[in-house]
């Protein structure tokens, strides 16, 4: 434990002692490596607003593949040992502890959206639900960033169908999506519409609102806590 006070005790000795003339050895100060990295890191660095959006992108990308590896990994090994039954609680992303941990990080809050619901209360509304169309109708392809006010920013990517192991979940039913899949699905989410898919399709899109004064702090706090990311 060391305290910044002592600091200027020792600078205001050692002034004093050169206006005398004396001279005077003065210890080390104790733990000084540690006081130089801590005012290194209480440091105000300046950042500009380009700066943060570009934190933001990086962080919303970050969050997205972290997110979608995991569930890769969670539903081929619960689809391979007990099928849709098992995999179905595993298709919720925003809710890993891996992107609990990177939103608390990045100040980011995460959900999924699409026309196209399983879940009713993934609707998307306001800037959400503007960003939505514009993927649906092909005017955005890829993740954006846009500024919601002054204390927020909104990142937005899209979903597609990757593969046939999304079709268990999301293709026809009586082909891909087996009766019985479908019935399970029903029961669970009665006005699914996530059905009807194939590959390649644009299932829905990722949103991630991010508080900048938050983003501000992580760029500018050293040194930074690395999150496994397990790939």
């Known amino acids: ?6 600091i200027l005790y020792y600078i ?3 002034a004093a002692c050169i206006v005398s003339g004396c001279e005077v050895k003065v210890k080390p100060v104790e733990g000084g490596k540690e006081i130089a990295k801590e005012l290194e890191r209480r440091k105000i660095k300046r950042v500009t607003g380009a700066q943060i959006q570009e934190a933001a992108l990086n962080a919303g990308d970050s969050i997205v593949a972290a997110a979608q590896y995991q569930m890769d990994l969670y539903l081929q090994q ?16 925003e809710q890993f502890e891996i992107v609990q941990a990177m939103e608390q990080k990045y100040g980011g809050t995460a959900g999924r959206t699409s026309l196209k619901l399983r879940n009713p209360a993934n609707k998307a509304e306001g800037a ?18 846009q500024e919601l006010n002054r204390e927020e920013l909104l990142y937005t990517a899209p979903i597609y169908i990757r593969s046939e192991s999304c079709l268990r979940c999301h293709g026809t039913p009586g082909k891909e999506l087996s009766d019985a899949d479908n019935e399970l699905l029903k029961q669970q989410y009665p006005t699914d519409q996530a059905t009807r898919y194939a590959t390649g399709d644009l299932r829905g899109m990722w949103h991630i609102r991010f508080n900048k004064q938050t ?15 397990g790939f």
């Open 12 to 14: 205001t000795l050692a």
């Open 1 to 6: 434990m060391f305290h910044l006070p002592r």
């Open 128 to 145: 959400v639900a503007v960003a939505l169309q514009q993927y649906t109708e092909g005017q955005l392809q890829e993740p954006v960033l």
């Open 78 to 93: 619960h689809l391979d040992s007990g099928g849709v039954a098992a995999a179905m609680a595993y298709c919720r992303p």
């Open 215 to 229: 983003l501000v702090t992580d760029m500018t706090t050293q040194p930074k806590k690395k999150i496994k990311m």
